[in-house]
């Protein structure tokens, strides 16, 4: 019996951990951490087993090896492996706290060849780093998006589709099913290095546009079109149902787990037959794509009595009526609006789009959303729904109601409206292709919010790609649009738009570099470090660990 893929450490906490494999076949799967313990049987999605592990009983602040066996023989760690043994790191509270960050990462060789095109993989090499450095390994890795990319396609993940089907029908190269999507998980995440820091490192995930398609619900004509082919649903029910399996059970604890339809009938079949949730599963995602009330991707985490983590489906949940555009639903909003509160030192928000981009491209994607509106009549539409997909004319920027809505929660957060104001309040996020650090402060003129509190340090911090750069013709217009300050005033182009909560300008960057980003939480501060791959002495396959910059808050 072997893994497949895996195994992923998931979810830990001060005394638990969640532990998630794919394996080869149906199998009883056991996970051993010192005296602690867990086992589960695998459930079935369409021919592929999968098994998480919840340990129980482990001891605040440990660091503590495991092992996983699958019907009783050991498949990790792997025999004669040049890595260190994979270890479960408890949370401990008055801990500082550590977390690793990045977006945007794309399935190739580690080769001469593919770093010319894509550069050094900066998950890859931090997972190298830490095998070999020994450094602290962080609380928490959180993916911010683009885990794979469905819509642009290695050459490996192109040699699985030509042998099950034909490319020159729709949906050509892209992904087309839940096999498909199977693969270029385990193209992505099967590399020794990143297999082992996966083992290795709490993770955390949310999606973006690639993990479905470029431009994932852009606008209500966008999901028509997809729609009117047909091959999108086998793809939108075949991309969310492989993340619910792959990224989305693993993000949750066992409380918020077992509030899930689908997992209590893992969690509740006895056997001895595997359960195959393939057909309800199906039907759970395509019923959430076409009705995003009745699911939530977004979750939360208490990291410590330092740390609040909020992750928003930025995505999945917009709203696309005749008169109105909205980020997100009035429910998941009421859920943001209940979880974004002080009593913390520190409040990371995780959404894949930056919630504040740089100053320029903030007042152009505004810009195109007010012609969308219907500023210059139907012809003005029909131009911004061009402009709207060929420049991704799609964060947050461009759904200003939600905008407005979220600032003002974190402007009332920062002001000690919300319990007591955290020292940072930070923006953790992706998508972008650069990297760079924003502080935001209270738009003047806005209501008077001060409170209790002493007033909250308001950041956006991006760190995007891991690895996909930006194409060097695009650079120079990022940086012009990174000068200034953003001061939106309520009207552009002379429609009325919700007054802008904050004002704020780029501190840091951009930077264009395959990066990931750490970040470093204690009382007083934050430690924000972007480091990338270098290749050194031609040695492409173990490239260094080179810190590009550092800033404390």
């Not at 006895?270 to 195959?276: A, F, K």
């Not at 990066?515 to 934050?526: I, M, N, V, Y």
Request: glycine fraction near 8%.
């Amino acid at each position: 019996m072997s893994l497949v893929l895996g195994p992923l450490l998931r979810h830990v906490d001060a005394d638990s951990a969640t532990v998630w494999v794919e394996t080869a076949s149906a199998a009883a799967v056991v996970v051993r951490a010192g005296a602690a313990s867990g086992h589960a049987r695998t459930f079935a999605v369409h021919g592929h087993h999968y098994a998480l592990v919840e340990v129980t009983g482990l001891e605040p602040g440990s660091a503590t090896a495991y092992t996983v066996e699958v019907e009783g023989e050991q498949v990790w760690p792997e025999t004669g492996s040049s890595y260190p043994p994979p270890r479960i790191h408890t949370l401990q509270p008055g801990r500082p706290l550590r977390l690793a960050y990045g977006s945007c990462r794309v399935s190739a060789p580690h080769d001469e060849e593919s770093h010319a095109r894509f550069g050094v993989d900066a998950l890859r090499t931090y997972g190298l780093h830490l095998a070999d450095e020994h450094e602290v390994v962080p609380d928490l890795l959180l993916l911010l998006g683009d885990q794979v990319y469905a819509d642009e396609t290695s050459e490996a993940m192109r040699a699985f589709i030509s042998s099950r089907r034909d490319p020159d029908r729709p949906p050509g190269w892209e992904l087309r099913d839940y096999e498909e999507y199977a693969e270029i998980y385990r193209l992505a995440w099967s590399d020794p290095a990143t297999r082992w820091l996966l083992s290795t490192v709490p993770s955390a995930m949310i999606f973006d546009d690639h993990d479905i398609r470029d431009d994932w619900n852009i606008s209500a004509s966008w999901r028509r079109d997809m729609w009117a082919t047909d091959w999108w649903r086998d793809r939108i029910v075949g991309g969310l149902g492989a993340y619910w399996v792959h990224q989305h059970l693993g993000n949750l604890d066992a409380a918020s787990r077992a509030q899930d339809p689908l997992w209590r009938q893992v969690a509740d079949h006895e056997g001895p037959d595997e359960l195959d949730l393939s057909a309800a599963l199906d039907e759970l995602v395509e019923r959430a794509d076409k009705q995003p009330t009745t699911f939530r991707w977004s979750f939360a985490r208490q990291l410590d009595d330092q740390a609040r983590l909020v992750v928003v489906d930025s995505r999945a949940a917009r709203v696309f009526e005749e008169q109105r555009r909205s980020m997100v639903d009035d429910e998941e909003m009421d859920w943001l609006d209940r979880q974004l509160r002080g009593d913390v030192d520190h409040l990371l928000i995780g959404t894949s789009l930056p919630f504040l981009l740089s100053p320029g491209l903030h007042h152009v994607e505004a810009a195109v959303e007010v012609v969308n509106g219907g500023l210059l009549g139907r012809h003005g539409r029909r131009a911004g729904e061009w402009l709207r997909r060929a420049l991704d004319i799609e964060h947050w920027a461009a759904f200003q109601e939600g905008f407005a809505q979220v600032g003002s929660m974190v402007r009332e957060v920062a002001a000690g409206r919300r319990g007591r104001a955290p020292v940072t309040i930070t923006f953790l996020s992706g998508d972008v292709h650069h990297s760079y650090l924003v502080e935001a402060e209270p738009a003047p003129g806005g209501p008077d919010l001060e409170g209790p509190g002493t007033a909250s340090r308001i950041l956006q911090a991006v760190c995007s790609p891991m690895r996909n750069p930006l194409p060097r013709a695009v650079r120079a217009g990022v940086r012009v649009a990174a000068r200034g300050r953003a001061r939106p005033t309520g009207r552009m182009l002379g429609r009325r738009v919700p007054p802008s909560p904050l004002h704020w300008r780029m501190t840091h960057g951009p930077w264009f570099e395959n990066l990931l980003a750490t970040l470093e939480a204690s009382p007083d501060g934050l430690r924000l470090t972007w480091s990338t791959g270098v290749v050194v002495d031609d040695d492409h396959q173990r490239p260094r660990w080179q810190q590009v910059a550092r800033v404390d808050v």
